[in-house]
């Protein structure tokens, strides 16, 4: 099956199709289109059209790499036909009250299950909770399709490991799971990720376990921050730096070096909830997962107290104060501003009628403002009662000591989240 299928895609017979022109289904839509012909899908008619420029709006993958590779950008459903491998990389966010948002993962689904053809695999990278794929996704591809599964199509589940912003740890140097149905299945999944994935692939031992190792990839991540933020809060009553206190712990072999910081964007801070719904569903209350998640979704209030503190012990007034946020992206060099905890930094400030200016080179303004009905300055003033160093972007690594200190009041505070500017001594310095 495998050997076939990739014979098939070399000689054009068959093409792959990418659902999904995001952060995930973009680039992995690249890398195959350097060998077959991929037909890109999306909903959003902006996104194509600016694909179709041979861009990337959000600036993650460079022009060239739109050059000498056979794709189509569409959003059209009529030209998800004959086609052998279709991908699903579509988001799965959370509800506001924490729980699985299924929507894009289903409607992609009864796309697919439209244009599903006999022969056909469809390949899911989007992260979700164990059993998901057979349990959620299978039966609408069914229904969609009149198609027999087993008989007339197979999955696979294959987590994405894109990290954005990162220069380093590409889709072609990252050992990528994969997981089939069948052996035949995994086969041919392997076979075809194996041609782009220059680390190779790691086979898991089911679908199930695929979907549970990328769950926890986030989810050990965010407890580990979880315990950071935590003994940060404990060593910020004691008066010690945080800071110095992992540099010196981290002179053993053994201490895992993670930092405090507002965990947000669209894995961490959200897989872990889709392990705990599908833990609850079966009766277990998780107690360590969910402590960690209420830690890191507190923390942007710690920050906001920190502020308040800072202008009540000045004697200033919240309605006649102006902070500055340098920063308000889920993280450093990206424009993605999915589930960033700096807007609940911003909002909550703003709820004390306090004057905030948000200052940020990556940010799409327009997506900001949309999304969070929050606007920024397109450059940066002065007379600062404080500044919030949010998001370590490249342009604020270079700012000077000095330069903070002309933007502040003279008893201004620099909150320094990321800890950029630990070496300055001058300033009224406090960061996590």
């Known amino acids: 099956m495998g050997g076939m299928l990739l014979q098939q895609l070399k000689n054009e017979e068959k093409k792959i199709a990418v659902i999904g022109m995001g952060y995930v289904g973009l680039p992995i839509a690249l890398a195959f289109a350097k060998h077959f012909h991929v037909v890109g899908f999306d909903i959003d008619k902006a996104l194509i059209e600016t694909l179709h420029q041979g861009k ?64 056909a695999i469809v390949v899911y990278e989007s992260t979700v909770y164990p059993g998901c794929t057979q349990e959620e996704c299978l039966p609408v591809l069914e229904e969609h399709s009149n198609l027999r599964y087993g008989d007339d199509f197979h999955i696979a589940y294959s987590p994405e490991r894109i990290n954005p912003g990162d220069k380093v740890h590409t889709l072609s140097n990252t050992i ?109 209350k998780p107690e360590i997962i969910l402590a960690g998640r209420k830690v890191n979704d507190n923390l942007s209030k710690h920050v906001v107290n920190k502020v308040l503190g800072h202008l009540e012990g000045n004697n200033v007034a919240f309605d006649q104060s102006k902070i500055l946020v340098l920063g308000i992206t889920f993280k450093e060099n990206v424009s993605d501003i999915r589930n960033s905890k700096v807007v609940d930094v911003v909002q909550e400030l703003q709820h004390y009628n306090i004057q905030v200016d948000v200052y940020d080179p990556y940010v799409d303004v327009n997506e900001l403002e949309k999304s969070y009905h929050i606007s920024t300055v397109p450059e940066i003033g002065g007379g600062y009662q404080a500044i919030i160093a949010a998001v370590k972007h490249e342009e604020f690594t270079t700012f000077s000591e000095e330069k903070l200190k002309t933007l502040m009041v003279e008893n201004g505070m620099l909150l320094d989240i990321k800890s950029m500017y630990k070496n300055f001594k001058g300033l009224n310095y406090w960061a996590l």
């Open 56 to 119: 990337d709006p959000r600036e993650e993958i460079q022009d060239e790499e739109f050059q000498n590779v056979k794709i189509q950008f569409t959003k059209n459903e009529d030209d998800l036909k004959d086609i052998s491998v279709y991908i699903v990389a579509v988001p799965t966010p959370v509800t506001k009250l924490k729980s699985p948002d299924l929507r894009p993962l289903i409607s992609a689904s009864k796309t697919i299950g439209r244009n599903l053809e006999k022969g």
């Open 176 to 284: 990528k799971i994969v997981s089939g149905d069948t052996s035949d299945t995994l086969d041919a999944v392997a076979g075809l990720y194996e041609v782009v994935i220059e680390a190779g692939v790691h086979r898991a031992a089911s679908i199930k376990v695929a979907e549970a190792a990328k769950i926890i990839e986030n989810a050990q991540r965010d407890l580990n921050i979880a315990f950071m933020n935590e003994i940060s809060i404990i060593f910020d009553l004691m008066n010690i730096n945080t800071l110095d206190v992992i540099e010196a712990a981290g002179t053993k072999w053994n201490f895992l070096k993670f930092y405090p910081g507002l965990v947000g964007g669209h894995c961490i801070g959200v897989d872990p909830y889709y392990l705990t719904y599908k833990s609850e569903q079966l009766g277990y």
